[in-house]
């Protein structure tokens, strides 16, 4: 899902947000036979006030679009889904995709403790897709697996088994193109792994985040 910015009628609506940053949707219409009170739907997203965003426009040069405010209502800013699946150029990759593709092959399957998928913003603001899988303690200290092999072929089996996945790569725009790399045993992105019951499968990371969590960023995936 791409993200969307729209306004929406408060007097049908209350939008909140929550930690998480999801939104959390509370239907106060009286028409409506089932009602919703604060409703998590596991979407990302925002609301602000239009003379909130009318400063920001201006700042930026939108003036025509100034021009065209007739409601003042609050726009909803959504970013796509929260859950299990992150947004990459418009297609939907879950990572249950990946762990089927580990669990196709007997020799990764053996070699990966856990992955994760982690979609951030870079410095420009363009929101990027890093593929991360962890190796088990016992294949980082024997060093066997074909690291380089198997970075090209989770690539290729992942945009088989999506359609859309291998089309968003194909139009990528230059520098969005999907990265991928395998982490020694509680390293990288993983150095935290073991101190929750729960894996994290996803992680949706904001501005500047990335840089933390020491990722491998130099295999990128061909187009």
Not at 3 to 13: A, G, H, I, S
Not at 22 to 34: G, M, P
Not at 89 to 94: D, E, L
Request: aromatic share 8%.
């Amino acid at each position: 899902m791409l993200p969307m910015v729209f306004q929406f009628n408060p007097y049908d609506y209350l939008i909140e947000t929550n930690d998480a940053g999801e939104l959390v949707v509370t239907i106060v219409r009286k028409q409506n036979i089932n009602p919703r009170i604060r409703y998590n739907i596991h979407d990302r997203g925002h609301v602000m006030r239009l003379r909130e965003l009318t400063p920001v426009l201006k700042e930026l040069g939108h003036g025509a679009v100034i021009d065209q405010q007739f409601l003042d209502l609050p726009l909803l800013f959504h970013y796509g889904r929260s859950d299990l699946s992150v947004d990459y150029n418009g297609a939907v990759v879950a990572p249950d995709a990946l762990r089927d593709v580990i669990y196709a092959d007997p020799a990764l399957l053996e070699a990966v403790e856990n992955h994760r998928l982690i979609s951030y913003e870079d410095q420009s603001g363009d929101r990027q897709l890093h593929i991360a899988l962890q190796l088990t303690e016992h294949a980082t200290a024997v060093g066997a697996l074909d690291i380089v092999g198997y970075q090209d072929s989770v690539v290729r089996e992942l945009r088989r088994m999506n359609g859309d996945f291998n089309n968003a790569i194909l139009t990528a725009p230059d520098g969005t193109l999907p990265t991928i790399a395998f982490y020694p045993f509680r390293a990288g992105p993983f150095a935290r792994d073991g101190a929750k019951l729960k894996n994290e499968y996803v992680w949706q990371l904001a501005a500047g985040e990335l840089a933390t969590w020491n990722v491998d960023l130099t295999s990128v995936a061909a187009r």
